[in-house]
């Protein structure tokens, strides 16, 4: 195994968490199909939150699975899709944005988080052959391009876009909608410079929506 913390899947420990994987597995065995994965840590788990009135505009017709954990790394990722979260999936697409809790949780070099992110696209290559990846830049999170989590993870989406090969897995970098000119976050985009506020899932949705559009 590698001695990168982010490699090595691990569930976490947090007392909600696997209850919210079993939540998880039953409800995919409930729905009769699923076309639409998105794959994440918080970020994508408040679609069920500060999100829910968008998805269900947006994406609970196209028969939509939320697999997002408050508080994800990479190597808990890992630990769900090694455990049956897609097993027996075939969605025409899975939209992935993981890695921003590498950075804030444990400040892991850029290069463990990308192995991290390399080695999820590796699982889910093998696990659903068919279907296209939609790989996000990790979101932008403290105040200033300056500061040192903001930097992390800059250095981070460097090296992921690369994993885009254009025709299963695709890269796409919305962060710009969520900054001001000078590159700054603003809390009337996201109160604690990491989470998004319910507007702007709204900008989400429509920044990836021509992904959508095409593919389901």
């Not at 954990?69 to 990722?77: L, M, P, Q, W, Y």
Request: proline share 5%; charged share 25%; with cysteine.
């Amino acid at each position: 195994m590698s001695s990168a913390l982010a490699l090595n899947p691990m569930p976490q420990e947090t007392v909600w968490w696997m209850p919210r994987h079993e939540e998880k597995l039953a409800l995919k065995k409930s729905m009769s199909r699923v076309d639409l994965v998105f794959l994440g840590d918080s970020i994508t788990q408040a679609w069920e939150k500060e999100g829910a009135e968008v998805w269900d505009e947006y994406y609970v017709a196209r028969h939509a699975l939320n697999l997002g954990f408050n508080g994800d790394r990479t190597e808990n990722v890992l630990w769900r899709l090694e455990h049956g979260e897609v097993d027996g999936l075939q969605p025409k697409l899975l939209v992935l944005l993981i890695g921003t809790n590498n950075t804030g949780h444990r400040q892991d070099s850029p290069e463990d988080t990308v192995e991290g992110i390399k080695q999820i696209l590796s699982v889910l290559s093998n696990k659903l052959p068919e279907t296209k990846i939609l790989l996000l830049a990790i979101f932008p999170r403290s105040a200033k391009p300056t500061q040192k989590l903001r930097v992390l993870n800059d250095a981070i989406n460097q090296k992921i876009q690369h994993f885009a090969d254009n025709q299963r897995v695709f890269f796409l970098d919305i962060n710009h909608l969520f900054l001001d000119e000078k590159g700054c976050l603003t809390s009337n985009v996201m109160n604690d410079f990491l989470h998004p506020n319910a507007s702007q899932y709204r900008v989400w949705a429509e920044a990836i929506e021509p992904y959508l559009s095409k593919w389901l």
